[in-house]
């Protein structure tokens, strides 16, 4: 099994926020709900440009072939 390097970081968030980051993740739990968050948040924007890009070149390839049909 691989284990991928880490890199440790700092962020600064309200108070107000960081309590409402307890409260949802749990104590001891923050590093690993931000973690799943941002894992979650990166890959659906990922899979939402791939699904753009593809439909792009399927609506492409549709006008070109309207267009040597012609």
């Known amino acids: 099994m691989k284990v991928e390097p880490r890199h440790t970081f700092s962020i600064n968030l309200p108070t107000s926020l960081y309590q409402k980051l307890v409260d949802k993740a749990g104590r001891g739990r923050v590093s690993a709900f931000i973690r799943e968050v941002l894992e979650k948040e990166l ?26 049909a012609a």
């Open 43 to 68: 890959g659906e924007k990922q899979l939402k440009q791939q699904l753009i890009a593809s439909h792009k070149r399927v609506a492409k390839n549709q006008k070109l072939k309207k267009e040597l």
